[in-house]
C-alpha cells in the first residue's frame, strides 16, 4: 500500500506487518495490524476495531511526530470528553481555522503540529 511517510517525505510502499515486530515486547499488541516504511523504519497503525482492520490510521509519523500528536491529544481530547464541545464540533472548527480537514493523524510535520497546537488552545 502507499502511503506518505513523514520521515521520508513522499509516498512509499509500505509494508503490512504485526505487532510482533513493531511492538516485541508488547505480547498485547502482537496480533495487531501495522504499516511499516522499511527505507526509514517508521510506522503507522490501523483501524483494526473496524470492518476495514487493516486501513492506516494515516500517515506514517516520525517519533517526533508521534510525540507532538500526543501533546494534541492531551490538549483537545479533555475538551470533548468532558463535554464541553462535541468532538465533530471540535474537530470541524479546527478544520475551518486551519484550512484543510482536521485529522490529528493527518499531521505531516512538527512544524504543522504547532500550528494545529496553537489554534486548539484557543478552544482548552
Known amino acids: 500500500m502507499r502511503i506518505y511517510c513523514c520521515g521520508c517525505g513522499c509516498d512509499v510502499e509500505a509494508r503490512l506487518t504485526d505487532g510482533r ?5 508488547r505480547a ?6 501495522f504499516w511499516k516504511c522499511d527505507a526509514c523504519g517508521n510506522y503507522v497503525g490501523c483501524h483494526h476495531k473496524t470492518a476495514k482492520r487493516t ?4 500517515c506514517i509519523p516520525t517519533p517526533e ?16 470528553q468532558s463535554g464541553k464541545m462535541d468532538r ?3 474537530y470541524r472548527r479546527l ?20 500550528t494545529v497546537y496553537a489554534a486548539a488552545r484557543r478552544y482548552a
Open 21 to 25: 515486530e513493531i511492538y516485541a515486547h
Open 28 to 33: 498485547d499488541l502482537a496480533t495487531l495490524p
Open 55 to 58: 486501513q492506516p490510521l494515516g
Open 65 to 80: 511526530l508521534k510525540v507532538a500528536r500526543q501533546h494534541i491529544h492531551a490538549l483537545i481530547d479533555p475538551i470533548w
Open 88 to 90: 465533530k464540533e471540535l
Open 95 to 114: 478544520s475551518d481555522e486551519l484550512g484543510w480537514k482536521y485529522h490529528t493523524a493527518k499531521i505531516r510535520s512538527v512544524e504543522e503540529a504547532r
